[in-house]
């Protein structure tokens, strides 16, 4: 547990070599993505009685609980959603958590699995969609630590939303310091996120084959009042941006991370010289089945 955190910062100077962009690699955690850091200032506020705990997961906050439960003890519940990948299921389930895969069209879906599960079995819920832990986790640990490494050198912060607490907590860390820093978050077409931001409307009903960000409803926890836009990209964007980091960065990234760097291309003309700073997620690893 000690070891989560002190992530590397790298140039992107390859894919944007006219530009200054520099992401955060937060899949070389332990638990292989940022979801370490909240799980460990969630469990840190565990009460002394639960043995047991039970989250909602589209993958990677459940990889980090079911290692942090491995180290502290603990039993550990996972509901997940049917399109998780593969590898995730069988991550969580290598560190000896048990599984939910939920299907919304045949029964109830992930969230609702969760909360049931703690109420009936006494699990302690972390509920990474509803508690403010999970923005503070990023305001207190992954925002300082940011801005030590780039020496407070920041114009423009993009980040991927999904929960909606990595860049609720960074961004109000960012704008408490400099204030003239921009952030940006990026989400697949039809997400939720955008119209709490700017007045343009959802399209349609949301949908998407890139996991961990995006959402139908926007989750609680977002603070839209950090976030200065919204950007959508299409899937089709975000997966071709998966395979131009690995072959041409040498960066085997997630989706969330492509549909960031996708996000990023677009907003380039109207950035100029800006210091763009990004978050890397989790890792391509966990998706080779699916999107390689």
Not at 101 to 108: K, L, Q, T
Not at 257 to 274: H, M
């Amino acid at each position: 547990m000690e070891a989560i955190g002190n992530t590397p910062v790298v140039r992107l100077g390859r894919v944007f070599a006219t530009a200054n962009v520099v992401a955060k690699l937060e899949f070389m955690n332990p638990g292989g993505s940022i979801k370490d850091r909240m799980v460990r200032a969630m469990l840190r506020k565990l009460p002394p009685e639960a043995g047991r705990v039970v989250e909602a997961s589209s993958g990677n906050t459940g990889a980090a609980l079911a290692m942090a439960s491995a180290v502290l003890g603990l039993d550990c519940e996972v509901a997940v959603p049917v399109a998780t990948s593969r590898e995730k299921i069988r991550r969580i389930e290598a560190y000896g958590a048990t599984v939910r895969v939920c299907d919304a069209e045949r029964g109830p879906d992930y969230q609702e699995t969760a909360l049931d599960i703690a109420r009936q079995g006494g699990a302690h819920h972390l509920d990474q969609y509803r508690s403010s832990l999970n923005s503070q986790a990023h305001y207190g640990d992954t925002a300082p630590e940011l801005w030590s490494q780039m020496k407070g050198e920041i114009d423009v912060f993009v980040c991927g939303v999904g929960s909606g607490g990595t860049i609720s907590g960074i961004g109000r860390y960012l704008k408490e310091r400099d204030p003239s820093i921009r952030v940006i978050g990026v989400e697949p077409l039809d997400s939720a996120y955008r119209k709490l931001v700017t007045d343009l409307p959802a399209n349609g009903e949301f949908s998407s084959a890139i996991e961990g960000v995006g959402k139908g409803c926007p989750s609680p926890v977002f603070d839209p009042g950090v976030v200065d836009d919204v950007v959508q990209v299409p899937d089709e964007e975000a997966l071709a941006w998966i395979h131009r980091l690995a072959r041409e960065e040498g960066i085997l990234a997630g989706g969330s991370s492509a549909c960031v760097a996708a996000g990023i291309a677009r907003l380039l003309p109207q950035l100029g010289n800006a210091r763009v700073v990004t978050i890397f997620p989790d890792s391509g690893a966990f998706y080779l089945s699916k999107y390689f």
